[in-house]
Structure formats: structure tokens, C-alpha cells
């Protein structure tokens, strides 16, 4: 993450149900993130977005960071489409500070990852779920995050906040820290408009930032963190692209796929895959790819 660091209106869908006990819930952090309208990212609050993960490959005899993801039930992952390759992964649960051993990390090996089918590498439909080869215990540091209503926009300006271990500057290295910054949605009339994103803005997306604050390379697929007007946060987005002229690129806000553009896919997913847990959808009151355009083969 850098360290200064409408649109589909569908049917709204019913509250699917958890099968694990109710006390978890969705977007209920037991850790309170800390929200100050702070302009630079900063180190999170350990544990207060207890849905963020970290995916990680195989290197070697190592396993590496390479995007962020969101947790959605207890054996399944949202992430971004671009951030999968032929590559052996794993996905850690739990995590806060990457270079050290905090007994709370939860590793799970991948049973099997969907890419969006409709995914090509200008950026279009960049999401993916990650099925775990078996579930994460939920307890007070992992907890899944709730996903929008179908079709549920997110208005201009709205508060939300990127989360990730991405690079704390252009070109430098990744974050040890979970970091976070606020970053203001930017409405799609605006984000689409001359000057801005234009015309590679699709309504399947959602842009946020466009100041001095943005996501970075390795913040790929991880969450945009939306809190809905039930109190509960909300994976709003997720993390796909920036300018090719560097993260915090003025009127280039960070992109991100809109998740309640891919509602339904979501649970046709975890449903048709032979899931054990339901993924919880919640309407709840709402008051081109992570590699860069010009750069889409070299970042992480």
C-alpha cells in the first residue's frame, strides 16, 4: 500500500445464513479498527480487519506475499483475478506482521482457486475465489467480512479504507505491517469523466482515492473496507488497478473490482463448488488489474 498510502442495479438478495455460531457474524471486528481521518496510510490496529489475508506463493522453499484477499466464509477467499498464475499458494489467516511468528496466524493450502470466466487482462471482471482445504477456526482475530447486496452502490465521497501489505512507496518494498489508509469513493460520473479514469472505468468498478493516498503493489485483490450504515464493514471492492505513472497518481484514484457487481457469481460459486459454509449477503442501509496499465506483467 502506498504509505501516503452507478451501474447495475440488480435484485437485492436475501440474507443468506452462516452455519457457524452466530457470535462471529460478518464485518463485527472484536478489535475495533482505528478510522481517524489521517491523510498517510498507517500501521493498522493488529487484528481490527480480521478478514484481510495474505495469499502467498511458493518460491523455492519459501512462500512470498504476493496479493491480499478477503475472507468470506470459513473455507472461502475473494481475491483478484490477475493476482493467479500456475503457481503453488497458500493463503494465511491471522496475519499482521509478515516477518515475524505471532501464534495467530492460521496457514491453509488452496483446494481449488475460480477465476472469473469473463477475466481477461485489460482488467474486466478481475475476481477470484479461493476455496481453502479446510476451514479456518473463526475466534477474535479472523472473522469474515460481508459482502454487499447485489447491485449496491456506494455513494461519492463515502469513507472507506484499503487494507494491505502492498509497497509503502513506488518501487519500494512491501509493508511488513498490515497498513490502511482512508480513501474516499469516488463516484462513477467522476472516476469515468475526462481526465480522470475515462472511458477504462467500467460501471463493475469502483474507484476510491485519487489524491496523494492509494493502494500499491501487493494491496492486489485485497479489500476495499466500506462500513454500511448497519454498522457492520463491508468488502466493497477489490483490489485491481493503478496509473502506470505511479501509485498516487492525482485524478487517477485506485480501482477496484465492485463486488456487488458479482454478487450472485459469488454464491453460484461457493454453492456450486461443494461448499460447507454459505457466505453471508447482507443489505445493509447504505445511508485493470493491481498490475499497473502500462506494467501488467511485472508487479505482484
Known amino acids: ?11 437485492v438478495f436475501a440474507v443468506l445464513f452462516f452455519l457457524w455460531p452466530p457470535a462471529h457474524g460478518c464485518g463485527t471486528p472484536t478489535y475495533e479498527p482505528a478510522v481517524s481521518r489521517v491523510v498517510n496510510g498507517e500501521d493498522a490496529r493488529p487484528y481490527s480487519w480480521p478478514w484481510q489475508i495474505s495469499l502467498q506463493y511458493l518460491s523455492g522453499s519459501t512462500y512470498r506475499h504476493t496479493c491480499g484477499g478477503t475472507l468470506l466464509s470459513p473455507d472461502w477467499v475473494m481475491t483478484a483475478g490477475h493476482c493467479i498464475g500456475s503457481r503453488t499458494y497458500r493463503v494465511v489467516l491471522g496475519e499482521y506482521d509478515l516477518t515475524k511468528e505471532e501464534s495467530n496466524e492460521q496457514i491453509r493450502p488452496v483446494e481449488k482457486i475460480v477465476v472469473h470466466p469473463n477475466w481477461d487482462d485489460s482488467c474486466f471482471n478481475d475476481i477470484a475465489m479461493i476455496k481453502l482445504a479446510s476451514p479456518v477456526v473463526l475466534n477474535d482475530k479472523v472473522q469474515p467480512s460481508c ?14 479504507f484499503i487494507t494491505g501489505w502492498g509497497r509503502i512507496y513506488n518501487y519500494g518494498p512491501i509493508a511488513s505491517k498490515l497498513q490502511q489508509a482512508l480513501l474516499p469513493v469516488v463516484g462513477h460520473s467522476v472516476c469515468s469523466s475526462s481526465g480522470w479514469w475515462g472511458s477504462s472505468v ?3 468498478m469502483i474507484c476510491a482515492g485519487g489524491d496523494i493516498r492509494s493502494g500499491c ?9 466500506c462500513r454500511g450504515g448497519d454498522g457492520r464493514w463491508y468488502v466493497q471492492g477489490v483490489t485491481s488497478f493503478v496509473s502506470s505513472r505511479g501509485c498516487n497518481t492525482p485524478m487517477k484514484p485506485t480501482v ?3 463486488t456487488s457487481s458479482f454478487t450472485k457469481w459469488i454464491s453460484d460459486v461457493s454453492f456450486l463448488q461443494g461448499k460447507k459454509h454459505k457466505i453471508l449477503v447482507t443489505n445493509g442501509n447504505y445511508s485493470k488489474c493491481w498490475v499497473t496499465m502500462n506494467l501488467k506483467n511485472s508487479l505482484g
Do not use: Q, W, Y
Open 1 to 11: 500500500m502506498h504509505h501516503i498510502l452507478e451501474d447495475h442495479m440488480c435484485v
Open 202 to 204: 467500467k460501471p463493475t
Open 217 to 225: 503493489h501487493g494491496d492486489s485483490g485485497g479489500p476495499l473496507n
Open 147 to 160: 459482502v454487499p447486496a447485489s447491485g449496491e452502490v456506494s455513494p461519492h465521497d463515502d469513507p472507506c
Open 256 to 258: 477496484f473490482t465492485r
